[in-house]
């Protein structure tokens, strides 16, 4: 496991404030000339609810970076997941002008409240001493990541553009939120293979490469254990149960 020296919400905190400082300033363009029926600068309720929106993130991941800035790596809080219910609710009231784009954005706002969720029970789980290996991630913790997955696949497929093409090709919300889930099984699947093939790569070599002997050293990631004949070398597992001999390196 790559060791943090601060909580995971810290990163996230910082991600989220600089997320929030761009949608400030980005959301309501100022420099748009006013039309003959409106007032120069109108702010549309759009405009309105999402510069609130960057703004409650940018307030948001400061606190959770000055909460964080301290702590243990397993000291947690609880400032995202809150800001992402709020944003999911928030989303899930969002009209729009089309039905089917309202639909997408109630999907995305669920997803943004799911993850929230997860989150919350994830700390409460770990703040219980319900998890007693560090070592491996915990089975609940992948729901997290899958549903910040769907919320991020949510969110780029709720553009305006995709909404035009989902209703010319007569594809209903319900279908598409199936496709968007599918999606995000297929890039959690993918980033998973990764690091399970990662550390199982970066584990000693396989026994072929060690009859060179003494010529070649020992790499530092090699881990020993002790036992009643001697010293034994144990090869690292994966997720995945793959080792160095299986892979065949």
């Not at 703004?55 to 809080?77: C, D, K, Q, Y």
């Not at 969720?117 to 998890?131: F, H, N, P």
């Amino acid at each position: 496991m790559v060791g943090v020296q601060r909580p995971i919400e810290f990163y996230v905190s910082a991600l989220m404030m600089a997320v929030g400082l761009i949608g400030t300033f980005t959301e309501h363009n100022f420099l748009q000339p006013a039309k003959s029926d409106q007032a120069s600068g109108a702010w549309s309720h759009k405009d309105l609810q999402h510069t609130m929106i960057g703004i409650s993130w940018f307030a948001a991941g400061l606190l959770g970076m000055l909460m964080a800035w301290n702590s243990h790596p397993r000291n947690r809080n609880v400032v995202p997941a809150i800001t992402f219910i709020a944003t999911g609710i928030a989303m899930i009231i969002h009209q729009q002008d089309l039905a089917m784009s309202s639909q997408v954005h109630f999907l995305f706002g669920a997803s943004l409240v799911c993850l929230g969720l997860t989150t919350i029970g994830e700390i409460t789980l770990l703040g219980a001493g319900v998890v007693d290996d560090y070592s491996e991630p915990a089975p609940f913790q992948y729901v997290t990541v899958l549903f910040m997955c769907s919320s991020g696949m949510s969110l780029m497929g709720a553009n305006r553009d995709m909404i035009l093409l989902l209703i010319n090709s007569q594809i209903e919300a319900a279908t598409y939120a199936l496709i968007l889930l599918s999606l995000s099984f297929v890039v959690v699947f993918y980033f998973y293979l990764l690091i399970d093939l990662y550390r199982a790569l970066a584990g000693p070599p396989s026994a072929k490469y060690r009859e060179l002997g003494d010529r070649c050293p020992d790499p530092p990631s090699q881990r020993f254990s002790k036992s009643s004949q001697g010293t034994t070398l144990s090869q690292p597992r994966t997720p995945l149960g793959l080792t160095p001999a299986t892979l065949d390196i």
